[in-house]
């Protein structure tokens, strides 16, 4: 998502990329510098033929509103969350603009994206960082958009304990950037992306949008900042905006396009799921379950699992429903909460594999129990989840997961 892997937060210049089947000269091989400068200009001529046929190269029609279509920008496309609300909104006729500096994202989904729905104007991947407040302003300049769902952000409690800077800047500071820019162009729909983590530990469960929020670590903090960003522009505002508090995703496509592939060196601070993947797989020794004397049930932590898939989704219906000068909060979540060690045991069912779990003390700006109470979100947009059952979508984020050892691969 925004801020790479190895930060950077320098300026870059922005680009449209489309896809194709490219192979690349190995720069290890041995020639005279003629043959290696007759070599780049094929390539070069290469590449340009193929982007002049690709259908992502004519960009007209994103830089035009159209009767009939809703162009939304998907900050963030290029992730686990935002490349599946990506490929729900092409399924439901969007056109779709994805902004990504794939920092966390994968260039590997959009391709699959694109795959899928290659016609013109349908889909358009950007590289670009939200931090660049220029190119932020030059893609608003140059695209027609009638909507965004903010999806780009660092999104580790962990992480954010660690390096708090960085979440404050990637997550509030760049949501401020696309607000500006919203403004300025008269975009006048906003989804956000926002989190139970700005809740922190409450004293009452299950959460209700009336929930004081008191945020205990870095990134809820940074979300909240965000919202509150959002909430004061709003008051003077006519732009709709929907807010989406959501908890803990996990599932993936049922059909196998796309799964979640986060960076290797962020595996220690990644979602649960993930560690149980790689434990299953082999890839390390055993599942860290950290903290084991919170006051639950089992002394595990308790939290409320959403499909991915249910997520979207309530995106759907927000971008929907959204209306002028009006302001939307909902809680994203199936209602039940589930503790680590069920969620464990769900795992080794979902895999098949015996997993080796190591008990280790509690992280840093982490909560005993937070599970929500859906109610609004049903009554208000007629959402509510259906894939309910944890092992079920465990099973089916572990086929992808199996087909893709090692994630998207390099593209």
């Known amino acids: 998502m925004i801020n790479p892997g190895r930060p950077r937060n320098q300026s870059r210049s922005t680009r449209s990329m489309p896809f194709s089947g490219l192979e690349y000269a190995d720069p290890k091989k041995k020639g005279n510098l003629i043959g290696k400068i007759l070599l780049a200009a094929a390539l070069t001529a290469l590449c340009i033929i193929m982007l002049k046929q690709s259908p992502s190269f004519n960009t007209t029609n994103f830089s035009k509103h159209e009767e009939g279509v809703t162009h939304v920008l998907v900050t963030g496309g290029a992730g686990y969350i935002g490349s599946h609300a990506a490929l729900r909104l092409l399924k439901d006729k969007y056109r779709v603009t994805i902004v990504d500096n794939l920092s966390r994202g994968n260039l590997g989904a959009v391709k699959v994206l694109q795959e899928l729905f290659p016609e013109p104007g349908r889909l358009q991947f950007i590289y670009a960082d939200l931090g660049d407040a220029k190119a932020v302003n030059k893609i608003f300049s140059e695209n027609a958009f009638d909507a965004v769902i903010h999806f780009a952000a660092v999104a580790y409690v962990g992480e954010s304990t660690l390096d708090p800077l960085k979440y404050y800047h990637n997550i509030t500071s760049n ?172 795992c080794k069912k979902a895999t098949a594999a015996d997993i080796k779990v190591d008990f280790e003390p509690r992280r840093p700006g982490d909560y005993a129990e937070v599970y929500s109470d859906p109610t609004k979100i049903r009554r208000e947009l007629n959402w509510t989840a259906k894939h309910t059952d944890l092992q079920e979508s465990l099973e089916i984020a572990w086929r992808w997961q199996k087909a893709h050892r090692d994630g998207y691969g390099s593209t």
Request: charge should be neutral.
């Open 175 to 346: 949501t401020l950037v696309v607000l500006e820019s919203m403004a300025a162009k008269g975009v006048k729909t906003l989804i956000y992306s926002s989190t139970c983590a700005t809740y922190g530990e409450p004293e009452k469960m299950p959460i209700t949008e009336e929930t004081p929020q008191a945020p205990i670590n870095p990134y809820g903090k940074a979300k909240k900042m965000a919202e509150d960003i959002i909430l004061d522009f709003s008051k003077n505002s006519e732009m709709g905006v929907m807010i989406l508090r959501y908890f803990n995703v996990i599932g993936s496509d049922p059909e196998g396009r796309l799964g979640e592939a986060p960076r290797p060196e962020l595996r220690d601070h990644g979602r649960i799921s993930g560690a149980c993947f790689d434990a299953a797989r082999g890839i390390i020794t055993g599942l860290k379950v950290k903290g084991t004397d919170y006051s639950t049930a089992d002394g595990t932590c308790v939290r409320d699992y959403i499909d991915v898939n249910d997520l979207v989704d309530a995106h759907v219906k927000a971008l929907e429903r959204a209306k002028p000068s009006k302001v939307g909060i909902y809680n994203v979540g199936t209602g039940k909460g589930r503790s680590v060690k069920e969620f464990v045991e769900a």
